[in-house]
């Protein structure tokens, strides 16, 4: 093991973008098919969160270091990603990463505390203090992250996509603001409402450097990407049109042609038609919102991807056979579906669940959603 991950060092600074050009394998394989709404041999898919605490094989690799030592590791975060994908036979590999180290070139002291997870001790606390908020102009700094994604994608099944993912432009100013996770935003929302201009030019910032990093995964060898607007549910309509939209559509916008981009918001079904209007060629849909109805509303001319409640997985598999059923079923048979969790796995999931739910999709999803 040790020779290989010193071949691989060795090799990082000599891959090409070529890499990233689609073999027909990729071009063909089930996600890509999906993601274009193209009729597919049977349903794909692949599970938020895959790479994480439920498997032992992660953490075996977890145990021997920290969360961001993992991170920043790019053969241990290569070890992962393909770990998962191999074990669990999905149908597409995401990156192991997180949305925050991103923020650290741009000024903000990041530590991720055990047991409290991400801290921030120099939030931007007031409008004045967003003239210290740096734009990433040189993504240089995220090397790590590219070196992780040639790694991943040299050993990675022929047919078998890799996607990048970043946070939208809210979640991570909202991370930046709060200095950690809140239950009611009001640091965020208050900065938004009381002083437009500084909440704009911190939006611009992030949507630009967004663009930049998301390019750079994309030129590294990543297939698609993921964006997570993890806490934008807790927005009203009119202030996602107003303060959000159109730095996300921005970030879409700049992401390179031909590259099939996953929009997801977690939380609140009433934004779904404002998430299909900020752009993604997927839809991410949570589970609180019937696949049917959601698929509906944000319009057939897009692929969809979701939406079993993670908390299925705790069930027993029958149950779990007959709730993927249902996803699959709410699908009417029509292609462009992905089947993922409406969010992540929880780490008390037994490994066996995921794996067993991998298998039923595929069985499944033969008749379901691959007419």
Request: some cysteine; charged content about 20%; proline content about 6%.
């Amino acid at each position: 093991m040790a020779l290989v991950l010193a071949r691989r060092r060795l090799q990082i600074g000599h891959t090409s973008t070529g890499d990233t050009m689609l073999t027909p394998a990729l071009q063909n394989s089930r996600f890509l098919k999906a993601a274009r709404r193209e009729v597919t041999d049977t349903t794909p898919i692949w599970i938020m969160r895959q790479a994480g605490r439920y498997l032992p094989e992660y953490m075996s690799v977890r145990s021997k270091v920290t969360f961001i030592e993992l991170c920043k590791s790019p053969e241990l975060a290569a070890e992962v990603t393909l770990t998962a994908q191999r074990v669990l036979g999905v149908d597409a590999a995401i990156l192991f990463a997180d949305l925050l180290p991103m923020l650290e070139p741009m000024g903000i002291d990041l530590e991720y505390a055990k047991g409290e997870g991400p801290v921030i001790h120099n939030p931007i606390v007031t409008a004045s203090e967003v003239d210290r908020f740096r734009e990433l102009e040189d993504v240089g700094s995220m090397q790590f992250v590219f070196d992780a994604v040639k790694l991943i994608r040299r050993d990675l099944p022929a047919d078998i996509p890799l996607l990048g993912f970043a946070g939208a432009p809210f979640t991570l100013a909202s991370y930046a603001i709060e200095g950690g996770g809140s239950k009611n935003y009001i640091r965020t929302k208050s900065l938004m409402y009381t002083d437009e201009g500084a909440w704009r030019t911190l939006m611009q910032r992030l949507a630009r450097s967004l663009v930049r990093y998301i390019n750079a995964q994309i030129d590294a060898g990543c297939q698609a990407v993921q964006l997570f607007d993890s806490w934008a549910g807790c927005l009203s309509p009119d202030d996602y049109r107003t303060y959000v939209l159109p730095y996300t559509r921005q970030v879409i916008q700049g992401i390179k042609p031909g590259v099939p981009v996953i929009n997801f918001l977690t939380g609140n079904p009433a934004l779904l038609p404002l998430l299909r209007e900020a752009g993604g060629q997927v839809i991410g849909l949570d589970w609180r919102v019937n696949l049917a109805d959601g698929w509906k509303t944000v319009g057939h001319d897009v692929a969809v991807q979701g939406n079993l409640d993670p908390v299925s997985l705790m069930a027993d598999l029958p149950t779990l056979r007959r709730r993927a059923k249902d996803v699959l079923d709410a699908t009417g048979g029509r292609p462009g579906h992905i089947f993922n969790l409406g969010h992540g796995v929880f780490p008390e999931v037994p490994p066996e669940s995921v794996k067993a739910l991998v298998e039923m999709v595929h069985e499944m999803g033969r008749h379901a959603g691959s007419r």
